[in-house]
Each structure stands twice: as C-alpha cells, then as structure tokens.
C-alpha cells in the first residue's frame, strides 16, 4: 500500500488510513485507474497512468507528483508487494482539509496506491446481462473514470437482483454504450468486430488493445473487418457474439441479453480466439506492454 500522506509503502494494514475528511471519501472529488499484475509483470500500466492523468485534469485534481514518479511509485509498490498475480488500484483525490464542496480548503491533493492479489485466470463461461435501467451518466462524467460510482453499483445490483451477472446501458439515442465497470463489443452475423460509438463511454484500455490485436484475426480470414461505430440495441441483440471488455476480464463472453440468446446461446469461437490474443499479449506480448517487477530490488 502506498500513502502520500505518510509519504512511503507500508506493508502493514494499520497504517494505511484515508482521513474523513479527504475530500474523495465525503464528496467523491477523485479518479483512479487499475493495472494488471500477471506473472511477475504489469500489464499496459503507461496507458492506464496516461488515462488516469486525463481523469484527474477533467475533474480539476493536480497531481502531488510527476507522472514519472507515480510510475515509480507504482513499481516499486508491485515488487514490495511480492505479488505476482493480481492487480494494482491507484487514486488521486482533490485532498483533505474540511468538508466543504469546495476543495480550496484541501492542503494539496493525495495518492494513493493498494496492490490486491487475485487469481486471475482465461474466462471461459457465458455470462447473462440485462439493460439497465438506471439513468446512463452525462458525458463529461462517463468520460472520467472517477469515485462516483453509485450508478454503476446500481446498475450492477439491478442485474444480480434479476439473476443475470451485470448489466448493459443504452443511450438516450438508442445506441449501446458500455456495462457498469466495462466496455463491450460484437460479433456481427457477417463476422464484423464491432466495437459501441458513444460520446457516454469510458474509453477502455483494454478495448483500444484489442482493436488493434484483433486484425490479425482478419488477416487469417476468421474476421472481416474491425469497426468502432453506432449499434443501436436492436442490431447489438441480433449479434452472433457478445463479450464484455475489461482491464481485469479481460474479455468475457455474454451469452444471453434480457433473456435472449446471443447467437446461439453458446460461447462463441471468435470470442475465445480474441480472448486467446489478449492473453498472448498479456503473458508474452511486447516488452512496451509488460514491465518486469524487480522483487529482488526489494530484498
């Protein structure tokens, strides 16, 4: 765990405390991103640190430390941890100091870094989803992965409370946007990766990965084209395949949508042959991708 507070790692839980009076606890005045730990190295962490920095500047949060810092924060925070499989979860709030709505009471603005260990693993299994109800978030805050997440743990309740896994939102126009914490893409039924236009999405660093990794699929004749464009809800349910894409996931197949198959209600090839070059490149992709964790610096 990192605090700059304390202004170091600590390894003990005890020490890791966020003051109520940080304005990220009692006015959601934060962002934060997550990265990858998979055999010993980090996956993608420069576009997650470029994306969180883009977060911070749309809700008005500076950051105490340059970005080359906070990398160097993150890394060593990895290899104190000694984790090798697992994930790293950064903050960046307007900072403590009182309880106004107004952060120019707060000293200066706090990072914090928590590396959670996790068993993550190739999914294979369908998931069921639903549209959601609950009212999709306004552009200039879909845009920002910040704190404010009540819609998504609605969103997300929503689904579990109808026996499906998460959920889908659909824009005002029509047009499918994202899941409460991921994006998502379709297989058309002429074998079209599609991947939701929308002024309301969090562009995902997973998904902008995949559509670059995905054309070799075309290139062996599985796919005919990659495409980011409008689907409305009707066409997106008219899919062959349907997945959700995700920093953690990273692709999971939907297999029912409000009760109705995708396709053929199975999971499909073309979602696992995507999924299989995620995990190439996660596990043995390009060196600018995977930073290596020096444990033995931490010795």
């Known amino acids: 765990m990192y605090s700059s507070l304390i202004g170091g790692i600590t390894l003990d839980q005890s020490l890791m405390v966020l003051p109520i009076d940080d304005h990220m606890v009692h006015r959601g005045h934060g962002v934060f991103d997550t990265t990858m730990i998979m055999n010993g190295c980090l996956y993608d962490l420069d576009s997650h640190l470029e994306r969180f920095l883009k977060s911070a500047s749309k809700a008005?949060?500076?950051?105490?430390?340059?970005?080359?810092?906070?990398?160097?924060?993150?890394?060593?925070?990895?290899?104190?941890?000694k984790c090798k499989?697992?994930?790293?979860?950064?903050?960046?709030?307007?900072?403590?100091?009182d309880f106004q709505l107004s952060p120019s009471g707060c000293s200066e603005p706090t990072f914090y870094a928590v590396v959670v260990e996790q068993n993550i693993s190739q999914l294979r299994e369908g998931v069921k989803v639903?549209?959601?109800t609950v009212p999709?978030?306004?552009?200039?805050?879909?845009?920002?992965?910040?704190?404010?997440y009540l819609p998504n743990v609605f969103s997300k309740m929503e689904a579990e409370e109808e026996g499906a896994y998460s959920s889908i939102w659909v824009d005002d126009q029509g047009y499918v946007a994202e899941g409460p914490n991921a994006n998502v893409?379709?297989?058309?039924?002429?074998?079209?990766?599609?991947?939701?236009?929308?002024?309301?999405?969090?562009?995902g660093c997973t998904s902008k990965r995949l559509q670059l990794l995905a054309p070799k699929l075309v290139e062996k004749g599985l796919l005919r084209s990659v495409c980011s464009r409008h689907i409305t809800l009707k066409e997106a349910k008219?899919?062959?395949?349907?997945?959700?894409?995700?920093?953690?996931?990273?692709?999971?197949?939907?297999?029912?949508?409000?009760?109705?198959?995708?396709?053929?209600g199975m999971v499909g090839e073309l979602t696992m042959a995507?999924?299989?070059?995620?995990?190439?490149?996660?596990t043995s992709g390009p060196e600018t991708r995977r930073i290596s964790i020096p444990y033995d610096l931490e010795e």
């Open 60 to 81: 008005k949060i500076s950051s105490p430390y340059p970005v080359k810092t906070m990398r160097k924060i993150i890394i060593q925070l990895a290899a104190a941890s």
């Open 85 to 97: 499989k697992g994930s790293i979860r950064f903050w960046l709030s307007a900072g403590l100091g």
């Open 130 to 132: 639903i549209t959601s």
């Open 136 to 148: 999709i978030k306004p552009s200039e805050f879909a845009t920002m992965k910040n704190v404010n």
């Open 185 to 203: 893409a379709f297989i058309s039924k002429n074998k079209e990766l599609v991947f939701p236009l929308s002024d309301k999405i969090l562009s």
């Open 238 to 264: 008219n899919s062959s395949e349907m997945m959700y894409v995700s920093s953690l996931l990273p692709i999971l197949p939907i297999i029912e949508w409000d009760k109705e198959h995708i396709g053929d």
């Open 274 to 282: 995507l999924s299989d070059l995620m995990w190439e490149d996660i």
